[in-house]
């Protein structure tokens, strides 16, 4: 028998925003590969063998998938969210890129963080909106600061993933600084920590408010656009131009 | 009993990615508002009442929603992909900063449209990315072009919603003209039409081979960024700066 990879994403956290096609794959799988936390959502059973490694090691992760699926694995690396958002899809081709082969690969999408996160909080990513990770370790900081600003300058919402981890703690607040310069200081900021699971956290707060501390490594934060209003609890971003 | 309004994501066409929260929402419903493709992917049943509408009704579709909710009714309003990406949620929360109360409402989130596309055709928003709608039924193309600018500029992976419609065919053309302007040549492009229907189609270019006509209001586009590349027949952005 073939093997095969998909690369399967598992939403935020709640098993109800699982789709029934990563259920089906995890299902009919021989391994599953991914970060700890990732791979503890999956039920040990019979036949499945759970591979779970640390952060940070996303190409040696692909490099254990491609050879297992040569060896006949059914293999899945498992992502939070979707997993071609910061995850784990890019990482498998940067190692079939160096590794050559035509494995049969699938890449089933998930709930993503930020839509979770707009979800709970209303409708804050209603109109055009950018997704930026704000994590250095594969990219300067420069680069992060010259996006914020185009992304500010052309009025999108933002949604940021990665915003603050303590190996970096500087980030975030420059994040901010940025963010001073170029919006008002009204615009809506929403800090929402573990979306969909028991420690699920949401804070709207205007930017003016917003500090470093009020993100970690578990929060996603968004940001909208200068029309972006509260109705109620709600935030929301109005379908047309301001 | 006191009435509800879910809006829910029903995801981009495949019924393998319509998340359990949604299908049990949909199970509870007294009243489900939409979109007419989008109600007609519900299944009747005793007890519930689809009520489809034309596009471009979206407000007249909240006010309803909030009515039949008013009265008791559990009412889901459908989206495709997800109801937070130019879709219904917006809407709904315009209908209610006008018309006032504290409805029971939550938003479900779904797969939207560029994800599924972009896990069809491996990875290619695999780093940070910009989501523009197209449509200029709500804004001038003066700010679809600001923000392409700033898109590529800030050398963001770009998702186009709404991309080319029979009532506005030139909109496109002139999309590309600017991108052709702000980027290489070589830049890839995908065309991902009716991703995970039946008419499922996807076509990978170069900005010098894309035509106004590869796109329809079926079709997501998607670009990639600058280091965007093809590996086999995947196409995937690293996870790296340039």
Redesign the interface.
């Known amino acids: 028998m073939s093997g095969w990879i998909t690369v399967a994403g598992l ?1 935020p956290g ?8 990563v259920a ?1 794959a995890l299902d009919q799988a021989t391994d599953v590969i991914g970060y700890i936390p990732y791979v503890a959502r999956v039920a040990a059973r019979p036949g499945l063998t759970l591979h779970a490694s640390d952060n940070r090691v ?1 190409l040696d992760r692909a490099r254990h998938a491609l050879s297992l699926a040569a060896q006949g694995g059914r293999v899945v690396i498992v992502s939070s969210g ?5 995850a784990m ?6 190692a ?2 160096a590794e050559g082969g ?1 494995p049969d ?1 699938r ?6 963080a930020m ?2 996160a ?3 909080a ?12 704000l994590s250095d370790n ?3 900081m420069a ?1 992060i600061e ?2 914020l ?3 500010a ?4 919402a933002m949604a940021f993933y990665n915003p603050r981890s303590a190996s970096r703690p500087a980030g975030f607040a420059r994040v901010l600084e940025v963010l001073h310069e170029e919006c008002e200081p009204e615009r809506l900021m929403i800090f929402a920590r573990a979306v969909t699971t028991p420690d699920e956290a949401l804070r709207v707060v205007t930017l003016e408010e917003a500090t470093p501390d009020m993100a970690d490594m578990r929060t996603v934060v968004l940001v909208g656009n200068r029309a972006t ?1 509260r ?2 609890r ?1 935030v ?6 301001v």
């Open positions: 939403g709640s098993d109800a925003m699982v789709t029934p096609e089906a996303e979707d997993p071609g958002v910061f899809a890019s990482a498998l081709f940067e079939l890129e035509d690969i890449i089933l999408p998930g709930i993503t839509l979770a707009a979800a709970r209303g409708a804050p990513l209603g109109h055009d909106f950018c997704a930026i990770n594969l990219k300067p680069l010259h996006r600003r185009h992304a300058r052309g009025d999108f209003r109705v109620g709600w929301y971003t109005p379908r047309g131009a």
